[in-house]
């Protein structure tokens, strides 16, 4: 199909017109689905990029769900900075390392730290732990609104305008911070849409201030790792056909984050995910950052995307 016909199907589709990014990317194509509505969620901007070879032949493709999709192929959108995963996956792509993905990056909203923070966590947390999390990020969890507009909204429009493999082993999802919590939520909550989650510099505490080493850090530490690792114990589907990758750096607001990551590794061994199934991984040096993602995003991208069999039958 060429650049004409795609931007014709584009604007007929139900959703909000589209246009597409010219020499925004390295490599592929980059096509903006500007405010897409939902009944669940605030409109915003979806991105979705298509590898290089997608017009060479009718192949299907498997899909990666991202979010902040602002940040990882413009960096004339990105306002802290850009992933650069057009580059990366070009990249790999050529080199036989990955699958050939489309990837959607669905854009935030200002009402991001409530999409993105679990809504099963949040009801875990002790009133007074709740309360305060709720009182930082303006409100309670609108997670589960935010995951059916992905499944139920986002999901059936990219199936029915792209070329993709629409099976859970073939659709992934991934993301950083806050991300990262939604990101391994998506696949606890729907293991039959989302096979795996890439999950970096997870940020498990919640929060970004009073994380000064002493007794406060260390009794919310210790409430909020009880209501973490319960509902992982919990809701973690079994062993076999999904898997995690997890990583984090040692410095900035990363360096917090050891002490959480070492709890959930042990609970997913507890529920009997072994390394073919879950990965945990530490960058020296890194930093709570876009440009730190950007420099191991091979990483997570090669465990997701591998072409070699890593995954249970």
């Known amino acids: 199909m060429n650049r004409r016909s795609l931007l014709t199907l584009m604007a007929a589709l139900p959703f909000a017109g589209a246009a597409e990014a010219e020499g925004a990317v390295a490599g592929g194509r980059l096509i903006v689905h500007e405010a897409m509505t939902s009944a669940h969620v605030k409109p915003r901007n979806v991105s979705v990029w298509l590898p290089p070879e997608y017009e060479a032949?009718?192949?299907?493709?498997?899909?990666?769900?991202?979010?902040?999709?602002?940040?990882?192929?413009?960096?004339?959108?990105?306002?802290?900075?850009?992933?650069?995963?057009?580059?990366?996956?070009?990249?790999?792509?050529?080199?036989?390392?990955?699958?050939?993905?489309?990837?959607?990056?669905?854009?935030?909203?200002?009402?991001?730290?409530?999409?993105?923070?679990?809504?099963?966590?949040?009801?875990?947390?002790?009133?007074?732990?709740?309360?305060?999390?709720?009182?930082?990020?303006?409100?309670?969890?609108?997670?589960?609104?935010?995951?059916?507009?992905?499944?139920?909204?986002?999901?059936?429009?990219?199936?029915?305008?792209?070329?993709?493999l629409t099976g859970p082993q073939d659709t992934m999802i991934a993301g950083s911070s806050m991300g990262g919590l939604i990101s391994m939520a998506a696949v606890m909550k729907r293991p039959d849409v989302f096979s795996a989650a890439a999950?970096?510099?997870?940020?498990?505490?919640?929060?970004?201030?009073?994380?000064?080493?002493?007794?406060?850090?260390?009794?919310?530490?210790?409430?909020?790792?009880?209501?973490?690792?319960?509902?992982?114990?919990?809701g973690l589907p079994a062993p076999g056909a999904n898997r995690f990758y997890f990583d984090r750096g040692d410095e900035t607001l990363d360096q917090f984050y050891a002490a959480f990551q070492t709890q959930v590794d042990r609970t997913f061994r507890r529920r009997g995910y072994g390394p073919g199934n879950v990965q945990s991984l530490v960058f020296p040096g890194a930093q709570h950052n876009e440009s730190s993602w950007n420099q191991r995003l091979d990483v997570p991208l090669t465990f997701l995307l591998s072409p070699a069999p890593t995954r249970n039958p």
């Open 199 to 234: 999950c970096l510099s997870t940020h498990w505490p919640l929060k970004v201030e009073g994380l000064e080493a002493g007794a406060a850090l260390d009794a919310w530490r210790e409430r909020l790792v009880a209501a973490w690792t319960g509902v992982i114990e919990r």
């Open 57 to 164: 032949s009718d192949a299907r493709h498997p899909v990666l769900y991202m979010h902040d999709g602002q940040n990882l192929f413009d960096a004339a959108t990105a306002n802290f900075g850009e992933w650069g995963v057009d580059e990366h996956l070009t990249r790999l792509i050529a080199g036989g390392q990955v699958r050939a993905p489309i990837v959607v990056g669905v854009w935030n909203t200002d009402l991001r730290l409530r999409e993105y923070v679990p809504a099963d966590l949040i009801a875990a947390l002790p009133a007074d732990m709740r309360d305060e999390v709720q009182a930082i990020y303006g409100g309670p969890s609108l997670s589960d609104g935010y995951l059916r507009f992905l499944v139920e909204e986002l999901k059936p429009f990219v199936d029915g305008a792209y070329r993709t």
